[in-house]
């Protein structure tokens, strides 16, 4: 079973040609503002205040970089959706993050963070959806399993991937987890081995 025995933080970047160079294969983690990533990146890593947790949604506003295991990169990308921030500056955030995921040789993945406490997003389909356009190769990840009932939660889940399957001839694959829990920690790990050690 894969664990991560190092994870350090590499860099904040505001731009694709600020970022570490593309020598070693990244992940990409995004979802909407207050998702749940930044507890979520604690959770894989083992780091307790790897990526800094808050209440306030906009939190990461820059592509940060972590290097683990000297190996790969795990990259947080800045949410998308509500955050209480001009929207000339939403603008670059999503500019920003576009340029990253379309233009970055190195990036192998993007897991999509979908909270599984709420009905499909709009925003989520929709970025979920110019992914597809793209080509880019993703996983969805259902976050906060703890806070839900389990019927709920996969009322929640079928909704979503039925509002998917409109536009989806194969539905991307999923995980569900709880950071609180540790649960989809080992699934995770090993989908992240498979991609990482296998793939670059």
């Known amino acids: ?5 190092s994870a350090v933080f590499s860099k904040s970047s505001a731009k694709i040609e600020q970022c570490p160079p593309d020598n070693l294969p990244e992940i990409a983690f995004i979802g909407r503002s207050n998702v749940g990533k930044s507890s979520l990146i604690n959770m894989l890593t083992g780091v307790k205040n790897l990526a800094k947790t808050s209440s306030t949604p906009g939190k990461t506003q820059l ?24 929207l000339a500056e939403k603008a670059k955030w999503e500019k920003m993050t576009w340029d990253y995921i379309l233009e970055r040789k190195s990036l192998l993945y993007v897991f ?8 499909p997003q709009k925003s989520d389909l929709e970025f979920i959806r110019k992914l597809g356009e793209n ?3 993703i996983k969805i990840i259902f976050t906060k399993e703890d806070k ?26 999923y995980f569900v987890t709880s950071s609180e829990k540790k649960s989809g920690k080992i699934e995770m790990l090993g989908l992240i081995e498979e991609i990482v050690f296998t793939s670059f």
């Open 148 to 173: 839900v009932k389990t019927m709920e939660g996969q009322r929640n889940i079928t909704a979503f991937r039925e509002a998917l399957s409109e536009e989806w001839e194969i539905l991307p694959e």
């Open 1 to 5: 079973m894969y664990q991560i025995k």
């Open 135 to 137: 080509g880019i190769a």
């Open 112 to 119: 999509v963070l979908v909270d599984i406490r709420v009905s």
């Open 63 to 86: 592509i940060n970089h972590y290097l683990i295991d000297n190996a790969w990169y795990l990259v947080d990308l800045p949410g998308y959706g509500y955050a209480k921030v001009p």
